[in-house]
Nanobody
């Protein structure tokens, strides 16, 4: 069992940056691949970024490449999402997730078994 708690969301102007954190409970965090997803009002939850258990495999949605960076610190049971050059279109609730599927499936929502409650990110123009 893994419990996930996101933090770091907030209100930021376009062009600004935020760093999201996701703290995981349990001693098996390092066994899980981690992902970040987001959901805007009225939209489907969409993949943002994923990272393998050891950090060796990373994937991003095309719209986030070059702006967002996912990383993890297994000693702290935490995964991060550094978001730069934020746009109003990035406004959404951001969720972290944990799962055991291979990196090739990191973009799939059904690859993840555990989800956090989400943190709101609002980007003003």
């Amino acid at each position: 069992q893994v419990q996930l708690v996101e933090s770091g969301g907030g209100l930021v102007q376009a062009g600004g940056s935020l760093r999201l954190s996701c703290a995981a409970s349990g001693r098996t965090f390092s066994r899980y691949a981690m992902g970040w997803f987001r959901q805007a009002p009225g939209e489907e939850r969409e993949f943002v970024a994923g990272i393998s258990w050891g950090g060796g495999a990373i994937a991003y949605a095309d719209s986030e490449k070059g702006r967002f960076t996912i990383s993890r610190d297994n000693s702290k049971n935490t995964v991060y999402l550094q978001m730069n050059s934020l746009k109003p279109g990035d406004t959404a609730v951001y969720y972290c997730a944990a799962g055991t599927s291979p990196p090739s499936n990191s973009w799939r929502r059904d690859s993840y078994d555990y989800w956090g409650q989400g943190t709101q990110v609002t980007v003003s123009s």
